[in-house]
């Protein structure tokens, strides 16, 4: 059988075909992927481990996308009361331990008590097409910046 290309071999195996090999995968955490790159420049001195693309290091074969953020840039930071509060596009927050590894999520309506103040907040993107805040594309996501698709997990599936 001839090697087939990473595309072929992951559509071979989801329609229960046989591919020439298992397809391969691997996720790696912030940490790990500082102390890997610290391991390759070590044993391979020649090797540029900023620009090296570590699926076709490693042979893997799925290839992550995700979406651009949106072109409308929304300041939430008079929601958090916590210093080092990281909020996305959308307004949820995170605040990163010292690795990077751990986050905790924090949200700009935690303090909320009436409808009144729910509804003073005027931060939230009203999504229209044409108003900005629709994705501008995908974009390819680095190894180690996430999961492929098919391996995360559908909070709706579990109930």
Known sequence: ?????????LLTACRRGVPDRVPRTMGFERGFLVTLKDMLKRENPGLDVETLDLNAYFGLDPRWVGLNPTQKRTDFSSYFDRKGVEYGEWGNGQVWDASRHYAEYVYPLAKAETLAEVAAIRAVPQCRYGSGCTPRGLRAVPAGEGLPAVLRRNPL???
């Open 1 to 9: 059988m001839a090697e087939m290309t990473s595309r072929e071999r």
């Open 157 to 159: 599936a579990d109930g």
